[in-house]
């Protein structure tokens, strides 16, 4: 059941087929005619991006019309000009129509009668109720269509003035911030009204009460706008293709948190680093930016379709160059590079090329600037994120007399440290990652490592993270394994942003005694590693070395002899090669896990791969769809002389569970004595939503992770005193326990 009361689930046939019309109607103001209202950088372009993704996704729906308003468009948006287009949208709309009004621009309270207003372009700040669109005359015109279901999203509180970091990320609302941020919750409580007077009225707001709706020139969006029309291009879409207002409203949430949790992340490393040189003028973090939703009823509001997933706007490359030999955790960290970090790899060394290439191969990357991929998106009137170079260097390190360095790779190539330096200062239109992987064999060494480290800095326009670490001969590969293993922890969906993983990569090898050096400049954009919105950790790479394609072809072998089939998102390390016994188990086996099922097959996976296994098991557990795909899932992550011995143990363990876990209910059938199974979990979290919102999930999550054996019952009245409203929590126990 959806929080979301729009219409009935026959709505996609009605658009589909043209019996029912798409109404939308797109306003944004940059420019106003009156002085006092600060001008704004991005709604017209707001406008334009998002009318763009709405035509993608609404492409299956052959009875719409779309109205534009904004400053690049034939008709203006004036007030004169935006009454006349909602007036018709009422007079002609019919009651199976859906309507979808979108306005970026300020929004303001009247002084006098503490009523919200939007402002227009001739809107004046003097005369707001005559000149401007005032909330209670907007839903009142809403109110008269017939229409049965109408979503509005306002992209307002912007602040034009108001910068934290020089000209970087702006909100919007400057001169006028202390009135639009009350105007947010008179705002609001107008779009309740509207909602409980219609269970088919829905609304989304950039931001809460006393917040700010930021801007980003990196994205070229207002940043709620932004992930409005990645969600609109099929990142918000279901496993069908169909997106709604509902999932689409998740998603954003998401990701408008998640944007400015990276960026503060960043900022803190960076501040960080600037103490270290005592330097204290130090960057600001932002405050937060939470989307809301205004809703009542139940029901669904249908907003688009994709058919297949829009294809990714990042444009990011890398080279992978081990100078030492040709290891399997480099190979590995490449097939990861391509996969979930979703880069062009080119690996050396590899059959084909010769080490006399790999200067080309670094000019190469360095002269890139993504142009033909930043020549798409903008054809697609979506920005996206500056290109990202990936330079991993793995070699040994030589200092001479005169101060110069030397980085010596295969076939007794060299690359000085001055020449590398200049070559990643032509790179000033992407980001940079640079990774150094230097074997030494003295420890006094380590100051040659900062020395590479400073040298390789670059104020380049989007940012740069250089990591270094000087690793034994002993251990050659502690470096590059320990690379590997934060990175395969990482959710791929999720992604991880460079400065996050900085910080982890730091303690974990600090505690396996190697120094890490990092640096991490730029404050215009995040940086990622991983990128998110991947499906895949691994990826197959032309010219990788014999043995790891011979390995990949023994385990299709070995699919085929057992009679699994091979699945085009498996990736060579993650095959599934149990025997056709097993796999008839395991297709009988119902995905639920109990408490004591989670627990066993935490302690199982932990004797292979240690104290991960508890994260790596709960995102598994979240991407499974049944048992057989949650032990594939989590045999990824182990070595493929491991993968068998596991999978059979772990099907054992759960078929053992779960016959102990039928007795038990069938001995013990009251509340205390049941297990929370995956799908009650579920049940949870859908409720939970209903009276909190999207936090549900991580509430969920945290008391299991606190309390592993905690009862059905004790469970579910933990999650009720998280509910503010007495009534709500009651009406939840009641639904959950019943």
Same mark, same amino acid.
């Given at each position: 059941?959806?929080?979301?009361?729009?219409?009935? !689930?026959?709505?996609?046939?009605?658009?589909?087929?043209?019996?029912?019309?798409?109404?939308?109607?797109?306003?944004?103001?940059?420019?106003?005619?009156?002085?006092?209202?600060?001008?704004?950088?991005?709604?017209?372009?707001?406008?334009?991006?998002?009318?763009?993704?709405?035509? !993608? /996704?609404?492409?299956?729906?052959?009875?719409?019309?779309?109205?534009?308003?904004?400053?690049?468009?034939?008709?203006?948006?004036?007030?004169?000009?935006?009454?006349?287009?909602?007036?018709?949208?009422? !007079?002609?709309?019919?009651?199976?129509?859906?309507?979808?009004?979108?306005?970026?621009?300020?929004?303001?309270?009247?002084?006098?009668?503490?009523?919200?207003?939007?402002?227009?372009?001739?809107?004046?700040?003097?005369?707001?109720?005559?000149?401007?669109?005032?909330?209670?005359?907007?839903?009142?015109?809403?109110?008269?269509?017939?229409?049965?279901?109408?979503?509005?999203?306002?992209?307002?509180?912007?602040?034009?003035?108001?910068?934290?970091?020089?000209?970087?990320?702006?909100?919007?609302?400057?001169?006028?911030?202390?009135?639009?941020?009350?105007?947010?919750?008179?705002?609001?409580?107008?779009?309740?009204? @509207?909602?409980?007077? +219609?269970?088919?009225?829905?609304?989304?707001?950039?931001?809460?009460?006393?917040?700010?709706?930021?801007?980003? #020139?990196?994205?070229?969006?207002?940043?709620?706008?932004?992930?409005?029309m990645q969600g609109l291009l099929g990142e918000a879409a279901d496993s069908h293709g169909l997106i709604e207002a509902d999932r689409l409203y998740k998603y954003v949430y998401r990701q408008t948190l998640q944007y400015i949790n990276n960026l503060?992340?960043?900022?803190?490393?960076?501040?960080?680093?600037?103490?270290?040189?005592?330097?204290?003028?130090?960057?600001?973090?932002?405050?937060?930016?939470?989307?809301?939703?205004?809703?009542?009823?139940?029901?669904?509001?249908?907003?688009?379709?994709?058919?297949?997933? /829009?294809?990714?706007?990042?444009?990011?490359r890398a080279v992978v160059i081990d100078g030492l030999s040709n290891k399997k955790a480099t190979t590995d960290l490449s097939r990861l590079f391509a996969g979930a970090g979703g880069f062009e790899v080119d690996y050396f060394p590899q059959k084909?090329?010769?080490?006399?290439?790999?200067?080309?191969?670094?000019?190469?990357?360095?002269?890139?600037?993504?142009?033909?991929?930043?020549?798409?998106?903008?054809?697609?009137?979506?920005?996206?994120?500056?290109?990202?170079?990936?330079?991993?260097?793995?070699?040994?390190?030589?200092?001479?007399?005169?101060?110069?360095?030397?980085?010596?790779?295969?076939?007794?190539? =060299?690359?000085? =440290?001055?020449?590398?330096?200049?070559?990643?200062?032509?790179?000033?239109? +992407?980001?940079?990652?640079?990774?150094?992987?230097?074997?030494?064999?003295?420890?006094?060494?380590?100051?040659?490592?900062?020395?590479?480290?400073?040298?390789?800095?670059?104020?380049?326009?989007?940012?740069?993270?250089?990591?270094?670490?000087?690793?034994?001969?002993?251990?050659?590969?502690?470096?590059?394994?320990?690379?590997?293993?934060?990175?395969?922890?990482?959710?791929?969906?999720?992604?991880?942003?460079?400065?996050?993983?900085?910080?982890?990569?730091?303690?974990?090898?600090?505690?396996?005694?190697?120094?890490?050096?990092?640096?991490?400049?730029?404050?215009?954009?995040?940086?990622?590693?991983?990128?998110?919105?991947?499906?895949?950790?691994?990826?197959?790479?032309?010219?990788?070395?014999?043995?790891?394609?011979?390995?990949?072809?023994?385990?299709?072998?070995?699919?085929?002899?057992?009679?699994?089939?091979?699945?085009?998102?498996?990736?060579?390390?993650?095959?599934?090669?149990?025997?056709?016994?097993?796999?008839?188990?395991?297709?009988?086996?119902?995905?639920?896990?109990?408490?004591?099922?989670?627990?066993?097959?935490?302690?199982?996976?932990?004797?292979?791969?240690?104290?991960?296994?508890?994260?790596?098991?709960?995102?598994?557990?979240?991407?499974? /769809?049944?048992?057989?795909?949650?032990?594939?899932?989590?045999?990824?992550?182990?070595?493929?002389?491991?993968?068998?011995?596991?999978?059979?143990?772990?099907?054992?363990?759960?078929?053992?569970?779960?016959?102990?876990?039928?007795?038990?209910? /069938?001995?013990? #059938?009251?509340?205390?004595?049941?297990?929370?199974?995956?799908?009650?979990?579920?049940?949870?979290?859908?409720?939970?939503?209903? !009276?909190?919102?999207?936090?549900?999930?991580?509430?969920?999550?945290?008391?299991?992770?606190?309390?592993?054996?905690?009862?059905?019952?004790?469970?579910?009245?933990?999650?009720?005193? @998280?509910?503010?409203?007495?009534?709500?929590?009651?009406?939840?126990?009641?639904?959950?326990?019943?």
């Amino acid at each position: 059941m959806s929080p979301l009361g729009i219409g009935s !689930s026959d709505s996609t046939h009605t658009l589909t087929t043209g019996e029912a019309k798409l109404w939308i109607l797109l306003v944004g103001v940059n420019e106003y005619q009156d002085e006092n209202l600060p001008s704004l950088r991005y709604p017209a372009l707001d406008c334009q991006g998002l009318g763009k993704a709405l035509s !993608s /996704a609404t492409k299956g729906f052959p009875n719409k019309e779309v109205i534009v308003h904004h400053d690049f468009a034939p008709q203006p948006p004036t007030l004169e000009t935006i009454r006349r287009s909602l007036q018709q949208i009422v !007079s002609q709309s019919q009651s199976q129509d859906s309507i979808l009004l979108y306005f970026s621009g300020h929004g303001m309270l009247e002084p006098n009668t503490q009523q919200s207003v939007l402002c227009l372009a001739d809107t004046h700040k003097n005369d707001l109720l005559a000149t401007g669109l005032g909330m209670q005359d907007l839903v009142r015109i809403l109110g008269a269509s017939p229409a049965n279901q109408q979503l509005v999203c306002l992209d307002t509180c912007h602040s034009g003035d108001m910068r934290l970091l020089g000209n970087r990320g702006s909100a919007r609302d400057g001169d006028i911030s202390e009135s639009s941020l009350n105007s947010t919750t008179q705002m609001m409580d107008v779009l309740r009204q @509207r909602a409980a007077q +219609s269970k088919g009225f829905c609304a989304l707001l950039s931001c809460d009460q006393g917040q700010k709706s930021w801007e980003f #020139p990196e994205l070229g969006h207002g940043l709620f706008t932004y992930y409005l029309m990645q969600g609109l291009l099929g990142e918000a879409a279901d496993s069908h293709g169909l997106i709604e207002a509902d999932r689409l409203y998740k998603y954003v949430y998401r990701q408008t948190l998640q944007y400015i949790n990276n960026l503060n992340q960043q900022l803190r490393l960076i501040n960080q680093q600037k103490l270290e040189r005592g330097d204290s003028k130090l960057h600001p973090e932002y405050p937060l930016q939470t989307p809301k939703r205004i809703v009542e009823g139940v029901g669904e509001l249908i907003v688009g379709f994709q058919s297949v997933k /829009a294809e990714s706007q990042k444009a990011r490359r890398a080279v992978v160059i081990d100078g030492l030999s040709n290891k399997k955790a480099t190979t590995d960290l490449s097939r990861l590079f391509a996969g979930a970090g979703g880069f062009e790899v080119d690996y050396f060394p590899q059959k084909g090329k010769n080490w006399s290439e790999i200067r080309g191969t670094i000019q190469g990357l360095t002269r890139w600037r993504g142009e033909s991929e930043i020549k798409s998106s903008s054809q697609c009137g979506i920005a996206r994120n500056p290109p990202t170079s990936l330079f991993y260097l793995r070699g040994q390190i030589e200092e001479i007399e005169d101060g110069e360095a030397w980085l010596i790779l295969g076939d007794g190539v =060299r690359l000085s =440290r001055s020449w590398l330096r200049q070559e990643l200062r032509r790179a000033q239109k +992407s980001q940079q990652i640079i990774i150094l992987d230097f074997i030494v064999s003295d420890s006094s060494i380590s100051t040659s490592v900062e020395n590479w480290i400073e040298d390789l800095q670059c104020e380049i326009e989007h940012g740069q993270c250089i990591i270094a670490a000087a690793t034994p001969p002993q251990k050659p590969e502690l470096f590059s394994q320990t690379l590997l293993e934060t990175l395969v922890t990482a959710n791929p969906q999720v992604g991880l942003p460079v400065a996050k993983w900085m910080t982890q990569l730091k303690t974990l090898l600090q505690s396996k005694g190697i120094n890490v050096h990092v640096w991490l400049s730029g404050t215009q954009a995040v940086i990622d590693i991983l990128p998110g919105n991947i499906a895949t950790i691994f990826q197959d790479l032309p010219g990788v070395e014999i043995f790891e394609v011979q390995r990949n072809k023994q385990q299709q072998k070995e699919q085929k002899e057992n009679l699994l089939p091979i699945s085009p998102s498996s990736t060579p390390v993650s095959t599934l090669g149990v025997h056709e016994s097993s796999a008839t188990k395991q297709s009988k086996l119902k995905f639920s896990l109990s408490s004591e099922q989670y627990t066993n097959l935490e302690q199982l996976l932990k004797q292979s791969i240690g104290p991960i296994a508890s994260l790596i098991l709960q995102q598994a557990v979240a991407q499974a /769809a049944n048992c057989q795909e949650l032990v594939r899932l989590l045999a990824n992550y182990l070595l493929p002389q491991q993968q068998k011995q596991f999978e059979k143990q772990a099907i054992a363990l759960l078929e053992a569970s779960t016959v102990s876990s039928q007795n038990q209910s /069938a001995q013990s #059938p009251n509340k205390e004595n049941q297990t929370i199974d995956a799908n009650f979990i579920s049940k949870c979290e859908r409720e939970l939503a209903y !009276s909190i919102g999207p936090i549900a999930n991580f509430l969920i999550k945290q008391v299991l992770q606190s309390q592993p054996q905690i009862s059905l019952s004790e469970f579910v009245n933990k999650l009720a005193q @998280r509910i503010p409203e007495p009534k709500q929590a009651s009406e939840f126990k009641r639904r959950m326990l019943g």
